[in-house]
C-alpha cells in the first residue's frame, strides 16, 4: 500500500540558496510531495532536465543565476515550459511580482512564507497542471482516435472495391488480414459478359462503348452488393462474382444462382433499351462450384481479393458456351439447387483445358425467374 501511496506522489523541486529556507519547505511538503532540492540556476536546470518535476519552487535572489533567468530557460525549452513555477522570495514589491508573471509564473508568494497558504497554493497548482497534462492526453487520444476511424474509413473504401459494404464491415471488425491470408474453401464462382459485344464495339464510338459498360456495370453491381457477393474482376465487358469467401455463408449456392437469375431478369430492362437505341447485345452467365484457393494477390502497393482453382475455369468456360440470356451451371451446382430452381441438362460439353467433357445444365427461364426476383 505504501509503495502504491509512493508511486503516485508528485515531485516538487525547491531552488534556494540558503539550505534552512529548503529544509524549512521540506519539512513543510516532504509528507505528500517528493522533494529534488538545488541551491543555485545551474544545479536547477540540470535537476530540471533529468527528473523532470512536477512543480518548481523558485527563489528569485540568488548568485550568478537569479530565478528570473531560470524561470525564462525554462520556459523557452518546450520540455519544460509547461512545469509551473511559483515564485517563493523576499521581493515583495509590485514590479517584482508583475516581472514574475511575465517571466511565466503561475504564482508568487513572499517571504516569510506561511506554511499552510503554501501548502494550499502547491495543491491547486499541482492540481492544475495535472488537469491540463490530462486534457492533452485525452486530446492526443481524440486525435489518434480520428486519425484511427479515418483509416478506418479509407481501408473500407479499398475492400468496397471488390466486397458487398456488409462484408467489407464484418472484415474491418474482425480483423482482415486474417480473413485475407491464402486458404482452401468452398466456393460458387459466376462468370458473366456480353454477347454481340465486339461487333458492337467495331460499329461504335469509345465513348458509347464506355457509356453501355457503365449501364451494364451499375446494373449488375446493384445486384451483387444486394446480394453480398465478392466482386473479383472486371473484363471489359465481363464480370467475376464468387460466394463464401472471405465470409462464410450458409446459402452461398442458392445465393450465387438467385443473383444470376435477377442479373438475366435486369439484363432483360438494360437490354430492351440497348435494343431501342439500335444495340444487338445479350448476356451469357455460367455457374460453378467447388474448391478453390482463395485470399490475397498481387504486390506491395497493389492487391486485390482473388480465386484460384479449376472451379474458376470451368464457371469461365460456361460462360463462353452460354448463348445470349442463358444461365449454364455444373452438375455439382444443380445438384444444390435441385427442387429450388429448375435446371435441365445440356448435351455434355467439351471444355477448353479439360479431357473429360463436363455435365452442363441450363437454369430454365420461366416463371422461377419473376418469383425468385420477387422473393429478394
Excluded at 497542471?129 to 480520428?146: H, I, K, M, P
Excluded at 476511424?149 to 474491418?172: C, N, Q, T, W, Y
Aim: overall charge negative.
Amino acid at each position: 500500500m505504501a509503495l502504491a501511496q509512493d508511486i503516485m506522489k508528485q515531485t516538487i523541486l525547491v531552488v534556494d540558496d540558503t539550505l534552512f529556507n529548503i529544509d524549512l519547505i521540506k519539512a513543510a511538503l516532504s509528507g505528500s510531495y517528493f522533494i529534488e532540492a538545488a541551491v543555485n540556476g545551474e544545479m536547477a536546470l540540470k535537476i530540471v532536465e533529468e527528473k523532470k518535476p512536477d512543480l518548481i519552487l523558485l527563489d528569485i535572489m540568488m548568485p550568478e543565476m537569479d530565478g528570473y533567468e531560470v524561470c525564462k530557460r525554462l520556459k523557452a525549452n518546450a520540455a519544460t515550459r509547461d512545469i509551473p513555477v511559483i515564485f517563493l522570495t523576499a521581493k515583495s514589491e509590485v514590479a517584482d511580482e508583475t516581472k514574475g508573471f511575465e517571466h511565466g509564473a503561475v504564482d508568487y508568494i513572499t517571504k516569510p512564507v506561511s506554511l499552510p497558504i503554501l501548502r494550499a497554493r502547491v495543491r491547486t497548482h499541482l492540481a492544475l497542471y495535472t488537469a491540463v497534462r490530462q486534457l492533452e492526453e485525452w486530446n492526443l487520444s481524440l486525435e489518434r482516435r480520428v486519425s484511427e476511424g479515418i483509416a478506418k474509413i479509407e481501408r473500407l473504401d479499398r475492400m468496397r472495391r471488390f466486397f458487398s459494404p456488409a462484408v467489407a464491415d464484418a472484415l474491418l471488425a474482425d480483423q482482415a488480414e486474417s480473413y485475407l491470408r491464402a486458404r482452401r474453401r468452398e466456393i460458387v464462382v459466376i462468370f458473366l459478359d456480353l454477347r454481340g459485344y465486339t461487333a458492337f464495339t467495331e460499329a461504335n464510338e469509345p465513348e458509347e462503348v464506355m457509356r453501355v459498360l457503365g449501364e451494364l456495370h451499375a446494373g449488375m453491381g446493384e445486384l451483387i452488393m444486394a446480394y453480398n457477393g465478392t466482386l473479383e474482376r472486371f473484363t471489359g465487358d465481363g464480370m467475376m462474382v464468387f460466394f463464401n469467401a472471405p465470409v462464410e455463408i450458409p446459402d452461398f449456392v442458392i445465393r450465387g444462382v438467385k443473383m444470376a437469375i435477377d442479373m438475366q431478369a435486369r439484363m432483360t430492362q438494360i437490354g430492351g433499351d440497348w435494343q431501342r437505341r439500335g444495340y444487338d447485345l445479350a448476356m451469357g452467365i455460367g455457374i460453378a462450384q467447388g474448391l478453390a484457393t482463395i485470399g490475397s494477390i498481387g504486390f506491395e502497393g497493389r492487391r486485390d481479393y482473388g480465386a484460384i482453382g479449376s472451379v474458376v475455369n470451368i464457371a469461365a468456360r460456361l460462360c463462353g458456351e452460354a448463348k445470349g440470356g442463358q444461365i449454364l451451371c455444373c452438375e455439382l451446382t444443380m445438384n444444390n439447387i435441385r427442387g429450388q430452381v429448375k435446371a435441365v441438362p445440356v448435351p455434355d460439353l467439351i471444355l477448353k483445358g479439360f479431357a473429360q467433357p463436363i455435365k452442363a445444365f441450363e437454369i430454365s427461364k420461366n416463371d422461377q425467374w419473376e418469383s425468385l426476383v420477387s422473393q429478394r
